[in-house]
């Protein structure tokens, strides 16, 4: 069986870090480690220009995303004649990426080559609502493509509830190589209490404006912020949190290496990520494999993440909001035993749910059947 890969999936300084490449290369990894016979071909669709999650339409978005993702395909159609697959998986984030979605497939199809359409993204419903031209380029994937794999609940009611048989709902995994080093570091870390995180881009859009102000409003709370932050965003996050204490329970740690925030989350016990708008956040994850209780926006998958068996696995809220996000901390820390609760409950969703092993026998039968 060989697979060619069309995704992100390089981790070097000099492509932007994503989710989907997060996701593939989890999967890569997995499959050597165990010693597969399935021969994954990766072809690199990483984004080497990066442009701020804020901005999110105009000309150097769109001139610079067909520029870059030109050459992926070219590169792609050239394996394909080169390797020969069995199957053609392809990840995409939509938008005008459908455009090389459509034509991987239209290659696919010619050449007797089956086709599997990755949507790494949890807006369908809203494209389904709205009825705009993603919608007509939504339409073409879904048939063209062989399957059409989704990352969320939602996604898979509305486009079965439309008929549409061709689409599997896998969510994605959390890597194994960073569970396990959760466990081996948990062994000498402890817990602090009323230490708050969030690991993430520090821009705008992922909340981090309202995860100062709300945090700010409850007593005796700590906050560590880590990932990549401008000088402009940390002077206006230091200037909310100087209404509290001159701001000295915020500390902005800035980026860390994986290792590191393995630690960090261990030593938190809530991870608070108030992000406006997400796929399948990998980091909500991996707070649940480190036990910390979450409080997060109800975007993308996250509600149905932090549930499990009908059960709250975590605390969910409406985004853009400081209210909210303060009366969801304060909630957690209103009783200890219900917090611990819920990080308990997570643990049990994420070993049930997203390990390596469930997700991939998932994903292999459908390379093998599809």
């Not at 030109?70 to 792609?76: H, K, P």
């Not at 949507?119 to 009825?131: M, N, S, T, Y």
């Not at 009323?194 to 859009?205: D, R, S």
């Not at 219900?338 to 026998?361: G, H, N, P």
Request: proline content about 4%; glycine content about 8%.
């Amino acid at each position: 069986m060989k697979v060619l890969l069309c995704t992100p999936y390089l981790e070097t300084p000099d492509v932007v870090s994503s989710g989907i490449g997060t996701w593939a290369r989890n999967i890569m990894a997995f499959n050597q480690d165990a010693g597969n016979s399935i021969d994954i071909v990766p072809v690199s669709f990483d984004r080497h220009t990066h442009i701020e999650e804020y901005t999110v339409g105009g000309f150097r978005r769109y001139y610079s995303g067909i520029k870059e993702v030109g050459r992926c395909v070219i590169n792609a159609i050239w394996k394909i004649k080169k390797e020969k697959p069995d199957v053609i998986h392809v990840c995409t984030s939509g938008h005008i990426g459908f455009f090389k979605d459509i034509l991987l497939t239209l290659i696919a199809h010619r050449k007797g080559i089956r086709s599997i359409i990755h949507f790494h993204f949890g807006r369908v419903p809203d494209i389904l609502a709205e009825k705009g031209f993603e919608y007509k380029l939504l339409k073409k994937v879904l048939s063209f493509a062989d399957v059409v794999v989704v990352i969320d609940g939602k996604s898979f009611k509305a486009l079965t509830t439309l008929g549409y048989k061709n689409i599997l709902f896998i969510p994605n995994p959390i890597s194994d190589s960073f569970v396990k080093e959760a466990k081996k570091q948990e062994t000498s870390t402890r817990r602090k209490h009323k230490q708050a995180l969030f690991v993430g881009h520090v821009i705008p859009t992922k909340g981090v404006e309202e995860l100062v102000d709300g945090c700010s409003k409850v007593p005796g709370l700590s906050l560590r912020i880590v990932g990549k932050c401008s000088a402009e965003m940390k002077e206006r996050l230091c200037s909310l949190a100087k209404g509290r204490d001159q701001g000295n329970w915020m500390t902005i740690v800035g980026e860390l290496p994986h290792d590191e925030i393995i630690g960090e989350m261990l030593q938190a016990d809530t991870f608070v990520f108030p992000s406006y708008t997400e796929a399948f956040p990998n980091v909500i994850l991996e707070a649940m494999a480190c036990g910390c209780t979450i409080a997060a926006s109800n975007v993308g998958a996250i509600p149905e993440m932090l549930e499990y068996n009908g059960k709250l696995t975590g605390l969910c809220y409406n985004p853009q909001s400081v209210e909210e996000v303060t009366n969801a901390v304060n909630k957690l820390y209103q009783d200890d035993n219900y917090r611990t609760q819920l990080s308990k409950k997570a643990k049990e969703k994420l070993y049930a749910t997203y390990t390596i092993e469930k997700v991939w026998s998932q994903l292999t039968k459908f390379w093998f059947t599809t």
